[in-house]
């Protein structure tokens, strides 16, 4: 089965740290570019990072100086390391996979962020900062 499964969500006091994984299954991500998306409840869907086939970073300004993305291509993984998290990183991440080179960061915000625009999109992992 093709897919990409997010992992390491959870609960973490403000000035906190995760690491979440994403991992695919019955393909390599080596091809793809792999972005995050969060969407808290209420709110708008929110492009986070991205990292492109060659390395390529980018990032929110939301989220820039506190996150960064790395991928380990014989893991199949993509991490995101978030650091000093805030009430406001609260919500639902998910990655997720594209061939194409798209990434771009527009007036600070990150895009592309709608499912239909990648090839796969995962389950999302939640992830709660408390203040």
């Known amino acids: 089965q093709l897919q990409i499964v997010e992992s390491g969500g959870g609960l973490v006091q403000f000035g906190g740290s995760l690491r979440l994984s994403c991992t695919a299954s019955g393909f390599t991500l080596d091809r793809h570019t792999i972005t995050w998306v969060r969407q808290a409840p209420g709110k708008e869907r929110e492009g986070v990072s991205c990292?492109?086939?060659?390395?390529?970073?980018k990032f929110a300004d939301s989220v820039s100086g506190r996150f960064s993305i790395s991928r380990d291509d014989t893991k199949k993984t993509v991490y995101l390391q978030m650091n000093n998290l805030k009430p406001d990183d609260t919500g639902v991440y998910y990655c997720?996979?594209?061939?194409?080179?798209?990434?771009?960061?527009?007036?600070?915000?990150?895009?592309?962020?709608?499912?239909?625009?990648?090839?796969?999109w995962g389950q999302g992992t939640q992830v709660s900062v408390s203040s």
């Open positions: 990292i492109t086939t060659t390395g390529g970073r």
């Open positions: 997720a996979a594209t061939t194409k080179a798209v990434c771009t960061v527009l007036d600070g915000k990150l895009y592309p962020i709608r499912p239909y625009e990648y090839l796969y």
